[in-house]
């Protein structure tokens, strides 16, 4: 099993961002992270590296669901998504499969809102242009 769901997009670097945040919202999924690395590894490292931005996606009635289940899963989340542009000028967009996230967790209830989370992720990612 693949821990994420990826896809290259023809899009440039900064539509694919716009793009999946949007899609992420219209399926009741908000970005409450962004991290820059490119901006990340000049700063702190000094060193040039590709576009690449991570976005922390959180649908909140999954979260709220599966923290009161278990209040350590907070670990696993949010749902990361990935843009990146690679040295060739692709773009991919990648996200995590909540599902093989989930697994460590082993808690029954849990997996049918890995599954349905999942579900999503994937259909956003495999619909993006």
Do not use: W
């Not at 821990?3 to 670097?13: A, D, G, H, I, L």
């Not at 990648?94 to 599902?99: C, F, H, K, Q, V």
């Not at 996230?101 to 579900?119: D, L, R, S, T, Y």
């Amino acid at each position: 099993m693949s821990y994420y769901f990826t896809k290259t997009v023809n899009r440039s670097f900064e539509q694919a961002i716009a793009d999946v945040t949007l899609a992420l919202k219209e399926k009741g999924f908000g970005i409450i992270t962004e991290i820059d690395v490119k901006q990340t590894f000049m700063d702190k490292l000094e060193t040039e590296f590709r576009p690449y931005r991570i976005l922390g996606a959180c649908n909140p009635k999954f979260a709220y669901r599966v923290i009161n289940m278990e209040d350590k899963v907070g670990l696993m989340l949010p749902c990361d998504v990935i843009v990146q542009q690679h040295e060739d000028g692709r773009v991919e967009v990648s996200a995590i499969d909540p599902e093989a996230a989930m697994q460590p967790v082993n808690i029954k209830e849990m997996e049918k809102f890995a599954c349905e989370a999942g579900n999503i992720l994937q259909g956003i990612i495999s619909g993006l242009l």
